[in-house]
């Protein structure tokens, strides 16, 4: 969806006929301000998720050691 030049001068002029020329400047300042916490957050769940699984890989890796399934043997014996 992209937006021309008209339908961007409707949205101000909307904007400006909702809150006013004195308000419009905080108002854009509170939706920047909301938009950048909001890019915050997601980027530390992002970065959470993405720990969490490369650490089940870790975890998954380390037991496939244990087992001896890492070099073709279980119990002594090759499979």
């Keep these: 969806m992209h937006l021309g030049a008209g339908e961007i001068a409707l ?11 004195k308000r419009l400047p ?3 300042r509170a ?3 909301a938009i950048r ?3 915050a957050a997601f980027n ?3 970065k959470l998720k993405d720990d969490i699984e490369a650490d089940g890989e870790r975890t998954a890796d380390a037991g496939k050691q244990a087992d001896g ?3 073709g043997k279980k119990n002594g014996t090759l499979r």
């Design 44 to 46: 530390g769940v992002s």
């Design 69 to 71: 399934e890492g070099n």
């Design 37 to 39: 916490e909001f890019k």
């Design 26 to 28: 905080q108002v854009g």
């Design 31 to 33: 939706a920047g301000e």
């Design 11 to 21: 949205l101000i002029v909307l904007a400006l006929v909702l809150f006013g020329a």
